[in-house]
């Protein structure tokens, strides 16, 4: 998508890709940011309900280091991580009609599969965004950042006129908005009604059918600027229910369901018949994303090793080489290399 157009830098869509054909990505921000020139003065017209947070983190560090002044207006929306890019404005303007919206960034991808440890580090991943976003807010709406952490987890929305009062947008234009962007407002907890109303009319959806969504499948590593998938959660309208206390049960939930899961796999796996004088081999495919299926056709084409003792390093081969990370000469000391795996996932699909 072209964000650079006459002089100005427009924002419309999805932080850092698109399912709708339409986003921006730090890239292509960065590559205006060089077109318009350091030293120059810099409108950016913002409308977007959110997407990827390190895209977005990425953006808001380049405008906040332009030298340049920069004026930010808010055309419709700016919702989740597209309200901190809007932060980094030395003006953040918003038109009557506009909204923006701050809450906890979360990461929708994972499945609750993982060991303890795994939970672990997301859940530090997850505070370490929430304690460096809140900062950001506090910076510049002035206000404290215990008020701004508990506006976040209660998934603020504010019109032009509470925005400012909030301290997170300078001023309110006359000019009327625009028609928000395109986005899935239902994703989160209490968007108003109109963006969710918009969003069903128009089918704004992250179907799993989707090519984009299929794509974004494999990014599961980074984090985006959603709420949970709703259920009948209340609109702007309804009184908001104790989304703090949600939100800890539903981390507690996904956790435990995570270690149950990851111990049902291992106690399966090591149960394999072929797992039998290859335990370590065994062990090492657990972590893995193979299905038991080709677990067990990849166990069934490596040599029986009991009576064998396995090294430490042996074990990491093993497991790199079933994740397929094994290199070079590695790749072909292991145990089981990514031949042996391709042969099972080929065997998996047609049993």
């Known amino acids: 998508m072209t964000v650079y157009i006459d002089g100005e830098l427009v924002l419309y869509g999805f932080v850092g890709s698109s399912y709708w054909d339409e986003g921006f990505t730090a890239g292509e921000v960065l590559a205006a940011l060089a077109q318009h020139g350091r030293d120059n003065d810099l409108v950016v017209r913002l409308n977007s309900g959110g997407g990827y947070v390190d895209d977005g983190v990425a953006i808001y560090n380049a405008l906040a280091t332009h030298k340049g002044k920069v004026r930010v207006e808010i055309d419709g929306v700016a919702a989740s991580s597209a309200s901190l890019i809007a932060m980094a404005g030395s003006e953040i303007v918003m038109k009557p009609g506009t909204v923006m919206m701050i809450h906890e960034p979360a990461n929708p991808f994972t499945s609750g599969r993982g060991t303890i440890s795994d939970h672990e580090v997301a859940i530090e991943s997850l505070n370490a965004y929430l304690a460096s976003f809140a900062g950001?807010?506090?910076?510049?709406?002035?206000?404290?950042?215990?008020?701004?952490?508990?506006?976040?987890?209660a998934e603020t929305w504010l019109t032009a006129d509470k925005a400012v009062a909030a301290g997170y947008a300078t001023s309110v234009d006359g000019e009327k908005a625009k028609a928000a962007a395109a986005y899935d407002y239902r994703l989160y907890a209490h968007a108003p009604s109109r963006l969710v109303a918009l969003a069903k009319q128009n089918d704004w959806s992250f179907a799993a059918t989707s090519p984009a969504a299929s794509a974004a499948s494999t990014r599961q590593k980074e984090i985006v600027m959603t709420e949970k998938t709703k259920a009948d959660q209340p609109s702007a309208e309804t009184p908001a229910p104790d989304v703090g206390a949600e939100i800890a049960a539903a981390r507690a939930q996904g956790f435990a369901e995570g270690v149950k899961a990851t111990r049902a796999r291992r106690t399966e796996i090591m149960g394999l018949d072929d797992a039998k004088g290859r335990e370590?081999?065994?062990?090492?495919?657990?972590?893995?994303?193979?299905?038991?299926?080709?677990?067990?056709?990849?166990?069934?084409?490596?040599?029986?090793?009991?009576?064998?003792?396995?090294?430490?390093?042996?074990?990491?081969?093993?497991?790199?080489?079933?994740?397929?990370?094994?290199?070079?000469s590695e790749r072909q000391k292991a145990t089981i290399n990514p031949t042996d795996i391709y042969a099972a996932r080929r065997v998996g699909k047609t049993v």
């Open 136 to 153: 950001i807010y506090a910076d510049r709406s002035g206000n404290p950042v215990d008020k701004v952490l508990a506006a976040m987890a």
């Open 280 to 328: 370590a081999q065994a062990e090492a495919l657990i972590e893995t994303d193979l299905t038991v299926d080709q677990v067990k056709a990849v166990l069934a084409a490596a040599p029986d090793r009991s009576g064998e003792t396995q090294t430490v390093a042996d074990y990491d081969r093993t497991r790199a080489a079933g994740a397929g990370l094994a290199r070079g």
